[in-house]
Nanobody, 125 residues
Framework: QLQLVESGGGLVQPGGSLRLSCTAS????????IAWFRQAPGKARERASC???????TYSDSVKGRFTISRDSAKNTAYLQMDSLKPEDTGIYYC???????????????????WGQGTQVTVSR
């Protein structure tokens, strides 16, 4: 069964940190472009970060300098380290992946093949 499973979400105070994990089954993440999307209530889905198969990374302006995307090919898992969290980071975070095809992170959301079920991140006092 081909699937991505996210974990690590939760409730954290402003300024705190969380690390999200995305573990793959039936998919070799080492050969894939992996992205983290997020969606807040009433807002459009946003791509927060992306990492290509050769570890080229991109970040949205809203998370740059605070979030770090990475992968551990031996564990077939990707991560999103989130530091200095703000209330506006609240939302559901989704892990997604697709074959890289030497295009790095140049994919629209509907071009990603696999999506996780999402994990809730809430930043609040």
């Amino acid at each position: 069964q081909l699937q991505l499973v996210e974990s690590g979400g939760g409730l954290v105070q402003p300024g705190g940190s969380l690390r999200l994990s995305c573990t793959a089954s039936g998919i070799i993440l080492g050969a894939h472009t992996i992205a983290w999307f997020r969606q807040a209530p009433g807002k459009a889905r946003e791509r927060a970060s992306c990492i290509s198969s050769n570890n080229y990374t991109t970040y949205s302006d809203s998370v740059k300098g605070r979030f770090t995307i990475s992968r551990d090919s031996a564990k077939n898992t990707a991560y999103l380290q989130m530091d200095s969290l703000k209330p506006e980071d609240t939302g559901i975070y989704y892990c997604t992946s697709r074959s890289d095809e030497d295009l790095g992170c140049a994919f629209r959301p509907n071009e990603f093949s696999y999506w996780g079920q999402g994990t809730q991140v809430t930043v609040s006092r």
